[in-house]
């Protein structure tokens, strides 16, 4: 936690804003993975007891942030190589291949304009250097297209991964700094406004394989 501190809290929905502190930390790489978290610590830097910090602790070891060890010590959550690739991608490839197929009569032209807006913003951002405002950008590019669902199944799962995949990004956020992020989701756009599912699905592969220097880091 070198470097970094908490805010001061108030005592208005302690517990959530709590939460959502340290899950902000996390989230945008303030606190990266493998970091030791100690309850008193961050009870001092809030001004807070450490009763709402364990229960924080305990919400984001269940949403996969943290991982907490008996009688040793709370980290933040890392996410492997192997799962990135063995796992995340092939579920995420899954759920939005699945999207596209069943929902590809709803991608009009406003869905497309919806999904261009995103993609501007992605441009504006990378030549404003905020690269943390475009990861999160890419992932609502992603979840506008698993929303289109009805299936509970499909958006529990994107769900339980979202975080994990916050984590990926955030742990690989130097590599938005190369613009091919951008024009990569641009030509997905492209494909999808085409409404040729054999050139969607060629590029949608392409997308989720990523530059193997971001995929692998």
């Not at 229960?55 to 070891?61: D, G, P, S, T, V």
């Not at 506008?144 to 975080?163: F, H, K, P």
Request: glycine fraction near 4%; include cysteine.
């Amino acid at each position: 936690m070198a470097g970094f501190t908490f805010d001061q809290q108030s005592n208005i929905s302690l517990r959530e804003k709590v939460t959502n502190d340290i899950r902000n930390a996390i989230l945008t790489g303030e606190l990266q993975s493998g970091s030791r978290l100690k309850e008193m610590d961050i009870a001092e830097q809030m001004g807070v007891s450490r009763g709402p910090i364990r229960e924080a602790i305990r919400q984001l070891e269940r949403e996969g942030l943290l991982i907490s060890y008996p009688y040793r010590e709370t980290v933040v959550a890392d996410i492997t190589i192997d799962e990135v690739k063995d796992i995340l991608i092939p579920i995420r490839m899954h759920l939005e291949w699945f999207v596209i197929q069943r929902y590809i009569h709803q991608m009009d032209d406003s869905f497309i304009a919806q999904l261009q807006q995103i993609v501007d913003r992605m441009t504006l951002c990378f030549k404003e250097g905020k690269l943390e405002q475009l990861v999160e950008l890419d992932m609502l590019f992603h979840e506008t297209l698993i929303n289109l669902a009805v299936e509970r199944t499909v958006l529990m799962t994107w769900r339980s991964i979202l975080n994990q995949t916050r984590l990926h990004f955030i742990k690989n956020i130097r590599y938005y700094s190369n613009d091919t992020i951008v024009q990569d989701h641009q030509t997905l756009l492209d494909k999808l406004a085409s409404k040729d599912m054999d050139s969607i699905l060629e590029e949608l592969q392409h997308h989720m394989k990523g530059d193997e220097s971001f995929l692998f880091s």
